[in-house]
């Protein structure tokens, strides 16, 4: 008779993966929620005023040239006249580019969208319009790990799960 160990070691293994992949959706759903949370509160109360864009952007050349934003720094004048000079702060993780003409120094015009109570936090005014899909497609490749974890860790765990003992018949 196999050992208790035995016949639930590999069961357990596959119930800890798939608890991994649960953990990881769970953070995955949590960072989505205070995104869209964030935005939402923009949307709601938030005053739009018109703001030049700086974007910093760095180009790499391997199979082409790769360009990446890394940092966007939005100057306007809030609703009591007061100039604002502000890194756009990443949502989700991730920073939203606006987009247009750029000027000679790198600007865009843009519009921005703030908390009168706290005009540091301002946002570019198409960061509003990214809906939970948008945001959850930032993070593609942790939703793919965390789906296949749970996915693989379940199916498995059903696999493996030991058949009952048949009890012993008395000769």
Known sequence: MKSLLH?????????????IGALLLAGQ???????HTELAALRAHGLHA??????????????G??????????????????????PEAAIDGSLYVPHGHRDAEDRVATTVVYDRADPYDAQPAGALDQSVLDLAAHHWIAWTIALALLGGGTAGAIAAWPPRPTPRRPA
């Open 50 to 63: 018109r703001a030049q864009a700086s974007l910093t952007t760095s180009c790499s050349q391997g199979r």
């Open 7 to 19: 016949r639930w070691g590999t069961t357990a293994a596959a119930v800890t993966v798939a608890l």
């Open 29 to 35: 759903v949590k960072h989505v929620w205070d995104g």
């Open 65 to 86: 040239i790769s360009c990446h934003t890394s940092s966007v720094w939005l100057d306007f004048n809030d609703a009591d006249g007061d100039s604002v000079s502000v």
